[in-house]
């Protein structure tokens, strides 16, 4: 059963070796990572037996937690887990935010990866599955285990970058409000209902990840909270934490 979620974005720009010069987006990328790193550690807070790393690749794939990832293809020095770099960008990511939980205290671990206490696994999914695959596969891996939390990494659009900076961009703005209202509402209905068709449109990097999770909280009594989003360098990042309904706030 899902008793938690968060959603990160995956920029290697969240990895702070990644930045040379201060520059204007500094502010919004401290940000940034300051509310995925508390996204992160709600996350481990709830106390799963099971977290499950989601994220966008070319191909479907499941890892071990312990396999390791890369940033240098990006020109970032980062590098996560051991053993031969396999990891896609946002399962690299996403461990890279646990790891950096588990250093800050957040969790114990002493296991291969230094991450977490609990199981985790690392879950690579195409980004152009269908979203009924993306439901089902969801709801398969809340059963996995009586307490799962899931940590859904995708970025919103990024088609401002793609035009003039600064320019307003209406279908790209209408996308991301309707993401982060279903984020902040916890709401899996509105995530379902996303059409993939406007991915490559709108250069959507997390909708395959998301859906992933609205089959995993499907019939779950979640609270959201969306504590984040930015558009540093025109493109959306969205912070949000799913929470048990019981759970203290």
């Known amino acids: ?18 930045m040379g010069a ?17 996204a992160v550690a709600g996350l ?8 499950v790393v ?12 312990h396999v390791a990832g890369s940033l240098r293809p990006f020109g970032v020095p980062a590098t996560v887990g051991s053993g031969r770099p396999v990891l896609p960008l946002s399962l690299t990511v996403g461990a890279w935010l646990l790891e950096q939980a588990g250093r800050a205290g957040q969790a114990g671990s002493g296991r291969p990866g230094g991450v977490v206490s609990c199981r985790l696994q690392l879950r690579a999914v195409a980004a152009d599955m ?17 307490r799962v939390a899931l940590l859904a990494m995708g970025d919103a659009s990024a088609r401002r970058a793609t035009g003039v900076h600064g320019a307003a961009d209406p ?16 709401d899996p ?27 995993a909280a499907a019939g ?29 706030w």
């Open 1 to 18: 059963m899902l008793v938690a979620a968060a959603v990160c974005p995956h920029p290697p720009l969240l990895i702070p070796a990644a």
């Open 44 to 51: 481990l807070a709830a106390g799963p037996e099971l977290l």
């Open 189 to 215: 209905g509105a995530l379902a209902a996303l059409d993939p068709a406007l991915d490559d449109e709108l250069k959507i990097a997390g909708r395959a990840a998301w859906q992933v999770l609205a089959g």
């Open 130 to 146: 269908p979203t009924a695959d993306c439901l089902r596969l969801g709801a398969g891996l809340a059963g996995l285990a009586p």
């Open 54 to 65: 989601v994220g966008g690749a070319a191909d479907s794939a499941v890892y071990a937690g």
């Open 22 to 38: 201060a520059g204007l987006a500094d502010a919004e990328l401290r940000e940034l990572r300051a509310c995925c790193a508390d």
């Open 220 to 248: 779950a009594s979640l609270r959201g909270r969306l504590r984040c989003a930015v558009a540093p360098y025109d493109v959306s990042y969205l912070v949000a934490s799913w929470e048990s309904a019981a759970a203290p």
């Open 171 to 186: 279908a790209a703005d209408r996308y991301d409000s309707g993401v982060a209202a279903a984020f902040a509402a916890a």
